[in-house]
């Protein structure tokens, strides 16, 4: 569209949250970028971008961003770079990864990306083909969503669940381990036009976050006992005779088995463990069975602990026992993403690889990347010859501040014989130890496409204005690395636009309608789903027997429990553990209100208003301390230390501690993150990561 004062270009935020906001960019004459603003006609964006992606222009305009190719010239982790020309960087990097193939074979070489951008194109095509033909090992990026994933999809069968704006309908609305005003804002309207109905919302999270502040009630619970409470939720239904006997005799499979798992799990046994009086659990139990329509949120920070794939697993059984997916505003929401069934084979293309190379598991990168051969033999291959990882690409992440056990991490990228090339913005943690650093264009320069996994509207990003300075898509750097290997496949010729038209290029009903000419004059559009969308009204889940499974023979052969369970953290105090805590507490270290992973923690005003980096501990373990508001303490754990500040409040229930993430090392007090405590133990499902399942002391700084 035009305007008098530009032209407007429509786009989509590529970060890593469930809305997947819709924004104008307005150009001006001379093409720059002079304003975003939220998409007014995105039915769930609906003109409003958050705090920090309205700001998004002051990262593609930052003075810090670096705008051409660098060389190291100073040791590994000093960020000393030179400049060079794009033909100096592609020569040396063709050059260094095809002696690294020839001597020691494809998978010596490891991609690493995460969320940087969660657009198919940037992160998710021409990156893949060239890793695939190049015979590199594959990433099993594993850090977000893995464990509750495979969960999910044991009782369900794919990751779709109840309509964000259905909630709207609900009467009753549990906020399950999810800060919703930070994480997952364009939720909240809907649950705001509930509440002026007359719902209740109730928040089950071991800190009062801003979300908790807002509900009708925050249930304090231990982290990574969130199957516990589900099951004793269920034994309460169960036993007061208030499920649904229609909907699980028609649409479930399994009752009789789970009816015999829950006597197992009486509330005062759950209390034990969840930190939660029974009768507050036989209160939630009941009201959750008897209010309609009652709809659950979860999110994916509840199963990053060692027993998160079956917590999700297990709540998911909820809806279904009480028949609350039959209603418009019942059910539960995990992910949407299973509703867009795009071609990722075809933006992918694995059958480029000439034969099936190694899996390495994100979460494990330290160890992956150690320079010790018996730690990184059982990551990499067990029983297989060592060949270690000689070549490391990063793009679209930033593993140095935000992958578990960072101080692994670091070790890794020190090492001298791994050559390391980081694509990026700017010289982040990571870049520190780059050997070659290629500048890539942020969202208002490039071409993507975006799936949500917070709402069921597909979006494309068109370009607003031209790379800044000698930036390139990643997209065009990988088909510039195909070309100096000499991989002459004509997959890597396709163009930005070639690829948006293979991924839609699907005979599925929920895409009819859905194409590239429509997104280029609309922006975006709904996926061809019935609305309202009422997923299991009649059953006909995505499961094997086509019912929710409560007893799940696909878990069991996948060595699962085939019943809901609960799989206690690896780390976390339980409060049945009385004393064997040894004094320690349950850190959590979700992502400050002003963040995302670790993007705009270089922005300037982003750090400003996000403040200064404070440890929340409850009145009570900071009294056992000795440890007053304000003063510094020491959090450490076998795996390192931190120093900051303490923020002494009620807002965090005993017995836990949290630190808001991730700012990167060069910005901390004493150059570390909270990453430095976190561990590499994987969590039970998928080889999720476990960030929220750590022990820590806590002790009054005695330093200077």
Not at 110 to 133: C, E, I, K, V, W
Request: with cysteine; glycine share 8%; aromatic share 8%.
């Amino acid at each position: 569209m035009s305007r008098a004062r530009g032209t407007y270009v429509t786009g989509a935020c590529p970060l890593d949250c469930p809305d997947t906001c819709a924004w104008l960019v307005r150009v001006d004459k001379e093409g720059r970028a002079v304003e975003m603003r939220g998409h007014p006609d995105h039915p769930l964006t609906r003109g409003a971008l958050c705090t920090k992606v309205s700001r998004y222009l002051e990262r593609t305009y930052h003075p810090d961003r670096v705008l051409q190719p660098l060389k190291r010239v100073g040791p590994k982790g000093s960020a000393q770079f030179k400049p060079i020309t794009w033909e100096e960087a592609l020569a040396e990097i063709t050059a260094r990864l095809s002696d690294i193939v020839a001597r020691y074979g494809g998978e010596a070489v490891l991609p690493y990306s995460y969320s940087g951008t969660l657009g198919l194109l940037q992160n998710g095509s021409m990156d893949r083909r060239f890793t695939h033909a190049l015979g590199a090992s594959r990433l099993a990026r594993t850090l977000c969503a893995e464990a509750g994933y495979n969960g999910y999809v044991y009782t369900i069968g794919a990751t779709i669940g109840t309509a964000p704006e259905d909630f709207a309908h609900a009467r009753l609305i549990l906020l399950w381990g999810t800060n919703t005003l930070t994480s997952n804002m364009h939720l909240w309207p809907f649950v705001l036009e509930a509440r002026r109905k007359g719902a209740r919302v109730i928040v089950i999270d071991p800190v009062r976050t801003r979300t908790a502040r807002q509900a009708d009630e925050w249930i304090p619970i231990v982290p990574g006992t969130d199957a516990a409470l589900a099951l004793a939720m269920m034994h309460v239904i169960v036993r007061d005779g208030l499920w649904d006997r229609d909907y699980v005799a028609q649409h479930t499979l399994g009752f009789d088995h789970l009816r015999e798992r829950l006597e197992e799990w009486p509330p005062e046994r759950a209390a034990q463990v969840t930190g939660i009086p029974a009768a507050r659990i036989e209160a939630l139990a009941r009201e959750y069975a008897t209010t309609r329509p009652a709809a659950i949120r979860i999110n994916y920070g509840m199963q990053r602990h060692g027993g998160g794939g079956m917590a999700v697993r297990t709540i998911t059984c909820l809806p279904a026992l009480v028949g609350a997916w039959k209603e418009q505003g019942g059910g539960v929401l995990l992910s949407t993403s299973g509703a867009f069934p795009l071609n990722r084979e075809a933006l992918k293309r694995p059958d480029l690889m000439p034969h099936p190379t190694r899996v390495v598991n994100a979460a494990r990168l330290g160890d992956a990347l150690s320079p010790d051969p018996a730690v990184r033999q059982r990551v990499l291959m067990a029983g297989e010859p060592d060949v270690p990882v000689h070549a490391l690409i990063v793009y679209s992440g930033n593993p140095a501040a935000t992958n578990p056990d960072q101080n692994a991490v670091l070790r890794g990228l020190a090492r001298e014989d791994l050559f390391t090339v980081v694509i990026d913005h700017f010289i982040t943690d990571t870049a520190d130890y780059a050997d070659i650093f290629l500048p890539t264009t942020t969202q208002v320069e490039h071409w993507d496409l975006h799936p949500a996994y917070g709402h069921y509207v597909l979006a494309l990003n068109r370009p607003a204005i031209a790379p800044l300075g000698e930036s390139k898509p990643d997209t065009e750097i990988f088909r510039l690395l195909a070309e100096g290997l000499g991989l002459k496949h004509p997959a890597f010729r396709d163009s930005d636009e070639d690829l948006i038209r293979q991924a839609l290029d699907v005979d599925h009903p929920w895409m009819e309608g859905v194409t590239f000419e429509r997104l280029m004059e609309e922006g975006f559009a709904y996926v061809n789903l019935p609305r309202p969308f009422l997923p299991f009204a009649e059953g006909n889940f995505f499961t094997p027997s086509g019912k929710c499974e409560f007893y799940s023979e696909r878990a069991a052969r996948d060595g699962f429990d085939p019943l809901p369970t609960f799989h206690p953290p690896h780390e976390t105090p339980l409060p049945t553990n009385g004393t064997s805590s040894n004094g320690r507490l349950a850190l959590l270290s979700p992502s400050a209100h002003y963040f995302l992973n670790t993007n705009f923690a270089n922005v300037e005003r982003m750090v400003r208003r996000q403040g200064e980096i404070r440890l929340l501990m409850h009145p009570d373990d900071a009294a056992a301390r000795g440890i007053a508001d304000g003063d510094w303490v020491r959090v450490w754990n076998e795996r390192g230390e931190l120093r900051l500040r303490a923020h002494v409040a009620a807002d965090v229930r005993p017995g836990v501690c949290y630190v808001p993430s991730v700012w990167w090392r060069k910005f901390a007090v004493d150059g570390q993150s909270v990453n430095v405590l976190t561990s590499q133990a994987e969590a039970d499902m998928g080889g999720g990561a476990t960030f929220y399942d750590v022990a820590v002391h806590v002790e009054k700084w005695k330093g200077t």
